[in-house]
């Protein structure tokens, strides 16, 4: 007798994965936040000693350094299939579960606090690592509705943090960090091959390198991230500002999972004007139009860095690139602008209200300035490109890639990609047959479902459709 009934366990398996990845996802975004918004205030209670912006700034620093370093090691993280990064990552639970413990006592030297919590931080980052390689296993739109609802209950766990007492929510944030680094461990045994199976890609990654514009632009979303942290926690507006982002969380994913119709290009008429516009109202008007105006930046800061990551894992995907090293290379960037972000968000809190307006002029002119030089779409919706050199190499690798993007986009299967690609090149349906070694009447159905798929009537339309199509980069 079958005592499986017909149950298939390797679909068990599948799905077992995908929740050990959700949780794992979504327990590193409550850690990261809970480390610099509520961690602080269990150490300003040490003694008296810490002050809470102190320590938001020494996180900030001390995840700034780690992405610097894990950068440069790519290598030789790459090739000892990221364990130095799980070492990384179980130092820092182990040092989370010492701050959580140790806080709280009396005769526990203020100076070991300070090293448990940089280690901690240092620890978050690494997990942040190996939880990018999983991510980019994923295709497609999933990756964005994945993103967006880890996004999502992380901020619901942050809300949690911001009921409870500081030395409990310290507590809770070391239960994040060990669920969190676990169920990394768990799932990097069987897909370690990630971490070295592209490392060597030296040259892909040099004609696929991020536009400094786009770069410019996502540091700038983590800029908006860290003041909106910083500001919020000093007028008390944490909690709701965590709400707004779980809204917005939602939603992104809801869309995502309807077929996308927000996209970052969409959004980048709209996103300037917004931010510039809330950063004004926190300085013009009162306590309930300011807590509204946060309300709004959050939105905006969830909702650009879900898309920040679904883009970084599409770029490593179709550009087929080190993971580890595009990853550590924009949060290099990302956390520098975020450090910038926390030392802004304080003063704008605490300073006398005609310097905090001045303040807020200065940036927000500065944010037109780079808003309108160089805001550029980083979610990739068509895909990453090497510069083509304009040879004919050149362009017909570029022509391969926005095929291979609008096969991406509309989810097309494999071998749909491949009669996709022999078709943009002017091919019939007998030149298809025989390349791909099928019948005729299986090209004619792949041709079938792919006009079904992409929208189009025509083989004129399928064409116009590539070309429209706009690679990572391009205006």
């Not at 960090?177 to 490392?199: H, K, N």
Request: charged share 15%; hydrophobic share 55%; proline share 3%.
């Amino acid at each position: 007798m079958d005592l499986r009934m017909g149950f298939d366990v390797r679909s068990l398996r599948l799905g077992l994965d995908s929740l050990a990845g959700f949780m794992g996802f979504t327990t590193l975004v409550a850690e990261f936040i809970g480390l610099i918004a509520f961690a602080p205030r269990s150490l300003s209670q040490a003694g008296g000693v810490f002050a809470p912006f102190a320590c938001e700034m020494l996180a900030a620093f001390t995840v700034f350094v780690t992405f610097v370093v894990i950068h440069a090691a790519a290598q030789v993280i790459g090739r000892t299939a990221g364990l130095p990064l799980l070492l990384c990552a179980a130092v820092g639970t182990l040092a989370a579960v010492m701050l959580a413990v140790l806080v709280d006592v009396a005769a526990v030297p203020l100076w070991v606090l300070g090293v448990c919590y940089v280690l901690a931080c240092m620890g978050a980052a690494g997990t942040g690592c190996v939880w990018f390689v999983q991510l980019c296993q994923h295709e497609g739109r999933m990756v964005l509705g994945f993103v967006a609802v880890g996004v999502g209950v992380g901020c619901a766990l942050c809300l949690g943090f911001a009921f409870m007492e500081p030395v409990v929510a310290t507590g809770a944030i070391a239960v994040c960090s060990f669920v969190s680094l676990v169920l990394a461990g768990l799932l990097m045994r069987e897909s370690s091959d990630a971490f070295t199976c592209r490392i060597e890609s030296k040259v892909s990654d040099k004609r696929s390198r991020i536009k400094a514009v786009s770069t410019i632009m996502l540091s700038i979303s983590f800029f908006e991230f860290g003041f909106v942290l910083s500001f919020s926690m000093q007028v008390g507006a944490i909690g709701i500002c965590a709400c707004a982002a779980l809204f917005a969380a939602v939603a992104l994913a809801v869309d995502a999972s309807a077929g996308g119709l927000l996209t970052e290009r969409s959004l980048s008429p709209v996103s300037p004007p917004l931010t510039v516009m809330a950063f004004l109202l926190i300085f013009m008007f009162g306590d309930a139009i300011r807590v509204a105006a946060l309300c709004v930046w959050a939105v905006i800061c969830t909702v650009y860095i879900s898309f920040g990551w679904a883009a970084m894992v599409q770029h490593v995907r179709l550009c087929k690139l080190a993971p580890v090293r595009v990853y550590a290379k924009a949060r290099v960037a990302d956390h520098g602008g975020f450090m910038i972000g926390i030392a802004c968000g304080f003063a704008a809190a605490v300073l006398p209200a005609d310097y905090g307006a001045c303040l807020g002029v200065v940036v927000a002119a500065s944010f037109c300035l780079l808003a309108f030089f160089s805001h550029k779409p980083r979610f990739p919706e068509s895909g990453f490109t090497p510069e083509a050199d304009g040879t004919e190499k050149g362009l017909r690798v570029t022509w391969e890639r926005r095929c291979k993007a609008v096969a991406e986009k509309h989810e097309l299967s494999e071998r749909q990609q491949e009669v996709l690609v022999l078709m943009a090149q002017g091919r019939n349906a007998r030149y298809i047959e025989n390349a791909l070694t099928i019948s005729l009447s299986t090209v004619q159905t792949h041709i079938r479902n792919i006009y079904r798929k992409l929208g189009v009537h025509s083989r004129q339309e399928l064409l116009d459709l590539i070309e429209g199509t706009k690679l990572y980069g391009e205006d």
